[in-house]
Every structure is written in structure tokens, then in C-alpha cells.
């Protein structure tokens, strides 16, 4: 098999892993009750307080210390959060400084609500982690995502909501 051969099927390959990961993600995706973001006031780890509250993009994203694939996509939220508003909820993964520990071994200075029994994830209708909600300026529903998302995924998800 010749060089162009094989590049030609291995992004053939790719395009069709993008398209099946979209329509399966599109298919769990939660149903939410409402599309605009809830405002109001959280506590953050450490307790700092965070109000959420439309007026620029934001990122919400529900994860727990206990799975593996939202073990794998927190860097990409990191590199996210560097430069846009992201708001993380950790669910049922124990107590304040369990995630505190999970987050310095891990190298990860994002926002986290300690969601310890699972409200908001409820709230959300989130049964599945990771999972992903943008939401634009306005405070809108534009994106979800259910399962691994790249860095490159997110950041252009968020531009195009800017």
C-alpha cells in the first residue's frame, strides 16, 4: 500500500470516528428542563465564592475523581479554563480535600464545586461523565457534550460562541 493510500484511509478513518463520537454524543446528551444558565451563587473548594450569571461564555462541566475518561480529559479543561470561564462540579468523589488532593496530584487549578451528593448533577439531568455544557454570553444553551472531548473540540466550540 502506498503513502497517499494509507493517508487517505486513516483520515477517512478519522472523519468517521468524529461523525459516530458526535451522534452518540448528540444521542446521551441530557434533556435539560431549561436552555439558560441558573444564576446564582456557588461555593467553590477552598471557599471562595463563584456566581453563575450570563454575560460572558461559560463552561459547565460535570466530572468525578473516580472515572478514568474525565481523568483523561482534564488537562484539555485546564488549558480550557486558562483562558475562558469554566466552572467544574465533581461528583459523588468524596469529601473537599479528597478533591483537593485529587487536583494537586494531579496538576489541576481549575474551579471545582464539590457536587458530594449529586444535586446538581441531577439538576442538570447529567447520568453520564464526563459531560460538557457551553453556554454563549446570553447565557444560552449552545453546546453539550457527553464523554472525551479535545482541547481543540472545546476551544472551537467556544469560538464560535464568542
Not at 431549561?34 to 450570563?54: A, I, N, Q
Not at 454570553?137 to 472525551?148: C, P
Request: glycine content about 6%; hydrophobic content about 40%.
Amino acid at each position: 500500500m502506498n503513502g497517499k493510500k494509507l493517508l487517505k484511509e486513516l483520515l477517512a478513518g478519522a472523519v468517521i470516528i468524529f461523525i459516530l463520537s458526535n451522534i452518540i454524543s448528540w444521542i446521551r446528551q441530557p434533556k435539560l428542563d431549561s436552555t439558560h444558565l441558573p444564576e446564582r451563587t456557588v461555593t467553590l473548594l477552598g471557599g471562595s465564592t463563584y456566581r453563575l450569571k450570563p454575560g460572558k461564555p461559560v463552561v459547565i462541566h460535570f466530572w468525578a475523581t473516580w472515572c478514568r475518561v474525565c481523568k483523561l480529559e482534564a488537562p484539555n479543561i485546564q488549558r480550557l479554563s486558562r483562558k475562558y470561564e469554566v466552572l467544574t462540579m465533581a461528583v459523588d468523589s468524596g469529601s473537599a480535600e479528597d478533591i483537593q488532593n485529587y487536583m494537586k496530584k494531579y496538576k489541576l487549578h481549575f474551579k471545582v464545586l464539590n457536587d458530594h451528593d449529586g444535586s446538581w448533577a441531577k439538576r442538570f439531568n447529567v447520568t453520564v461523565f464526563p459531560t460538557t455544557f457551553i453556554y454563549d454570553s446570553s447565557g444560552e444553551l449552545r453546546f453539550s457534550e457527553v464523554g472525551y472531548t479535545t482541547t481543540a473540540g472545546l476551544l472551537a466550540r467556544m469560538k464560535l460562541v464568542e
